[in-house]
């Protein structure tokens, strides 16, 4: 029973993944959510780990209100908890899954390029 419900949150999670996506290519976004995601990276390559941080907040400053909720939504997916302010507190082991966003924002971006 374990084993299924987790697989079940994963495919619900990879689901709510791809509408995120889909959605931020739609809003014409990836761009800026690849820069935040790529310096959300480097820092953590920097520091060796993933800890408490902070990111410009330019990077969560879109024309529309709906586009941040989306961002700081589609970050939090990979275990990451993004505020409003680019303060950031990662969960247990969110760089493979953040290194995966990346992957996959830098692939959207290339192909919409």
Known sequence: V???TQFISAVLMEDQLDLLLLKSLEKKIVPQQLK??????????F?????????????????????????IAL???SGVHLQKDGSAVPGDQPFEA??????????L?????
Not at 36 to 45: E, F, G, K, P, Y
């Open 36 to 45: 935040l995601v790529r310096t959300h990276l480097t820092l953590a390559s």
């Open 47 to 71: 520091q060796g780990e993933m800890q408490h941080f902070h990111v410009d907040a330019r990077l969560l400053s879109f024309p529309h209100k709906k586009e941040q909720k989306l961002t």
């Open 75 to 77: 970050v939090q997916l």
């Open 98 to 107: 953040v290194a995966a966003l990346f992957v996959a924002l830098y692939a």
């Open 2 to 4: 374990w084993i299924q």
């Open 109 to 113: 971006n290339l192909l919409s390029g």
